[in-house]
């Protein structure tokens, strides 16, 4: 079964050179540097595409005393060539004057835009600098720590203890029926209309098959079999990796929310996705995201999901919303 994102990394993150502190600082002189700040990535006008900073350009910024010097981060070699790339994580006032950037986006805003390998570099970025905000200290002491080894730990200031990301894994599960249709879900804090597929977090001594069956049952009250796995996806809001799963229910009648997480669920043919989200009565998750992609893969392989010469990989078009 292919994968919804099994793609080949385009970057090399050459871990090799973390602990080479000249090498790292010469890769700097000469790198593409993304400067994040506070989430938000900097971008070039209209947000189609990241707007890289060179050294000096930082080192401007930073003498402008509009910017606090910040931490660098090695985020590896462009796979084709070797081209380095870093982000830069510094605090940052609105866009002024010749020296900033054009302005500063979230990847959710963004993530539609940009290109794949922009993509992948940015989801390393933001991943790398909302872990390092929030492990400023030491948890077994308490003492400040520090960036080390280019950006992938922290050491203890104190007591030199190494602190290394950590990544919550979550399952998606795309649910469907013998009849080949989807079950999906509306969470209360979402806009009237705004459906997905069914997702938690894995928890402790839990294999992912285990996680698929309970979240769905919880979720929606129906069991599952013919677990598939499709793929996964970073997602960094703020840490997490999302594990993508395909799986049949025998039951489907007996679906309902658990009326906390889930207050609504609802059975859907390729015919009445593709004509409620044409008409806007049904958002979906946005392009970027794997449930999107899950949704997508799944219209494309029945009839609705063909053009007029029989090939499959149309997708949906119409209403999409993040809340």
């Not at 919880?218 to 996806?233: F, P, T």
């Not at 993508?244 to 997480?261: L, N, W, Y």
């Not at 806007?280 to 494309?300: E, H």
Request: net charge negative; with cysteine; aromatic share 8%.
């Amino acid at each position: 079964m292919s994968a919804v994102n099994g793609q080949v990394s385009k970057m090399d993150r050459a871990g090799h050179l973390r602990t080479n502190q000249t090498a790292l600082d010469q890769m700097w002189q000469r790198a593409k540097i993304i400067h994040v700040a506070d989430s938000r990535l900097a971008v070039e006008a209209g947000g189609t595409k990241l707007r890289y900073l060179t050294a000096s350009q930082v080192q401007s910024l930073i003498s402008s005393n509009d910017y606090k010097s910040g931490e660098k981060y090695f985020l590896g070699l462009d796979a084709l060539d070797h081209e380095p790339f870093f982000a830069w994580s510094a605090s940052t006032v609105e866009p002024q004057g010749e020296k900033t950037p054009d302005g500063y986006l979230t990847l959710r805003e963004i993530g539609g835009l940009i290109s794949e390998f922009e993509m992948e570099v940015s989801l390393h970025t933001v991943a790398l600098a909302n872990w390092h905000r929030s492990h400023t200290h030491c948890a077994r002491c308490g003492a400040p720590t520090s960036v080390a080894q280019g950006g992938a730990i922290r050491t203890c200031d104190k007591d030199k203890s190494e602190h290394y990301p950590r990544t919550d894994s979550a399952v998606i599960v795309l649910v469907r029926d013998h009849d080949d249709r989807i079950l999906l879900g509306h969470q209360p804090v979402w806009p009237e209309g705004r459906f997905s597929c069914f997702a938690g977090f894995l928890e402790p001594g839990e294999t992912f098959e285990q996680c698929v069956h309970r979240e769905v049952l919880e979720e929606s009250g129906v069991a599952v079999r013919e677990i598939d796995y499709l793929g996964s996806q970073p997602w960094p809001f703020p840490a997490s990796i999302m594990i993508s799963f395909d799986a049949v229910t025998d039951f489907p009648e007996v679906a309902r929310p658990d009326g906390q997480e889930i207050t609504e669920v609802k059975w859907f043919s390729r015919a009445e996705v593709k004509a409620q989200s044409d008409a806007g009565t049904l958002l979906l998750p946005p392009n970027m995201s794997v449930a999107r992609k899950m949704i997508d893969r799944w219209f494309a392989s029945g009839a609705e999901g063909q053009d007029k010469e029989g090939n499959g990989g149309a997708k949906l078009i119409g209403g999409e919303t993040w809340r």
